[in-house]
């Protein structure tokens, strides 16, 4: 997990993660990408069971498009511009 600014913008959970073994009565360990640098070891109060989205609430990733070698988002439309802190944002 990236460090951010505000505690409050940050993912509330992470995952889904497959479990490894049981550890003890309160203790898990997880499979874990080496990515994430936290201890594979945690307690059952912190994992959560994993809940499919509703066909409904998918929501579907655009399309990314590569130009010189970085990936970028091709836009389709811009709705709206406005001016916020002497930086212009767009509503695509």
Do not use: A, D
């Amino acid at each position: 997990m990236k460090k951010r600014r505000s505690k409050k913008l940050t993912k509330r959970f992470v995952g889904p993660y497959k479990v490894k073994g049981i550890v003890s009565s309160n203790t898990i360990e997880l499979e874990l990408p080496k990515s994430i640098r936290i201890y594979s070891v945690v307690n059952i109060n912190r994992v959560q069971l994993y809940k499919p989205q509703i066909k409904r609430q998918k929501k579907i990733p655009p399309k990314l498009v590569i130009i010189k070698g970085e990936e970028e988002f091709e836009v389709e439309k811009i709705l709206n511009k406005k001016m916020i802190r002497k930086k212009e944002k767009f509503l695509v």
